[in-house]
Structures are given as C-alpha cells and as structure tokens.
C-alpha cells in the first residue's frame, strides 16, 4: 500500500528517488501482451533530467484523457489500474483497435480484424467488451469486407465509457493521488541543477 505524505523522504534527492521507485511499482504489473501492439515494463533512467520529465508526465495525464492515452507511461499505469477494477479489456482492444489500422497488407488485415472480433467482440468473447448489440451486430457485417476502419464505431464508444467512466476514478485513486503528490514533490530543473547565483549589490 502507498504511504501517506507524512512519511515522504525530507530531502529533493530521496524524493525524486521514491516517486521513481513509487511510479516503477506501479507500472509493474502493467505488460500488455504483445498481440495488443502494448507496451513493456518501463525502463528507468538513473539521470534526474528523466525523473522531472516523468514527473511533469504524470501530472498531464489529469489535464485530459488525451494526454493519458498518448502517453506509454500513462497507459501503462491506466492499464494496471483497470485491472484493479477486473476491466483492462477496454483499454487492451482500443490498443489493438490502434494497431490494426497501421496494418497494410490486406491478408493480415482481414486475419487480425477475425481475431480482434473473436477476443473481444463476439459474445461471450474470452475478453468480451462492454458494447450494444446493434453495435457489436455492425461490426460483425464490416468483417465482410474488412477495411481499417470496420471497428472504428466499437472503438470510439469503448474510448467513451473509459472517459467517462474509468479515467475519473483512475484520477481518484489513491495510487495516482500518491504520484501526483510524489511528482509535485519532485525536484525541479532550477532547483536541483545548480546552486542559485549570488546577488549583486
């Protein structure tokens, strides 16, 4: 479990340490599974320049659903926590929605569109997603004639039930609550670059 802020490390140093560790941990769990075109575990840089750039990273992904999404790091994080809430498929097929218009050779094309619908789409699905009938009935017809966009109606109402529904109690949680707090307490550039320069009198 987090630790509150009353146990936060004194110093700039440890801080910056602790919110590295504290976000590492949180992104552990976190692997989407290749077949997704996901993402894998984070790899830290020691230098501090990379800490404060995630640190300003995870304050943006409170800013819109946007920046969470096109941020790795964010992704990663949202995906840990949706699988707090037993619902990481929602995020898993709008990744795999993503991947699947960058295929251009038509045979593959139409081979991931079948194995997207049967993961995700079709009922009782192994990772089934929470979509209407009419919808999952339109997408199923577009698999007659696949193209790039035959799962884009799919994809964009599973994008607004994650908006509107999960990413508000992503931003409530007490492990993004923790971040934040670690990431504002988190050196910055001027603070812990260089000494400040004496003034003249």
């Known amino acids: 479990m987090c630790r509150t802020l009353a146990t936060f490390p004194n110093t700039c140093l440890e801080r910056a340490k602790e919110f590295k560790t504290r976000l590492g941990i949180f992104l552990h769990k976190s692997e989407l599974s290749s077949d997704t075109g996901g993402i894998s575990k984070f790899e830290w840089s020691s230098k501090h320049s990379k800490e404060r750039s995630v640190s300003e990273e995870v304050l943006g992904w409170r800013e819109s659903f946007d920046l969470l999404l096109n941020s790795t790091n964010g992704v990663a994080a949202f995906h840990a926590f949706l699988k707090t809430e037993f619902s990481e498929e929602n995020l898993e097929f709008w990744l795999a929605c ?35 009938h009419e919808t999952r009935e339109l997408t199923k017809t577009n698999l007659q004639a696949v193209t790039t966009s035959c799962f884009d109606v799919a994809q964009g109402k599973i994008r607004t039930l994650m908006e ?24 910055t550039s001027s603070a812990s670059s260089s000494p400040a320069e004496p003034s003249h009198t």
């Open 98 to 132: 993503e991947e699947f218009r960058k295929i251009r050779s038509a045979t593959k094309l139409a081979s991931r569109a079948h194995h997207i619908f049967d993961e995700y789409i079709r009922s009782e699905a192994p990772k089934e997603v929470n979509i209407d």
């Open 164 to 187: 509107k529904d999960s990413y508000p109690r992503f931003l409530k949680s007490p492990a993004y609550r923790d971040l934040t707090a670690q990431a504002s307490a988190t050196p």
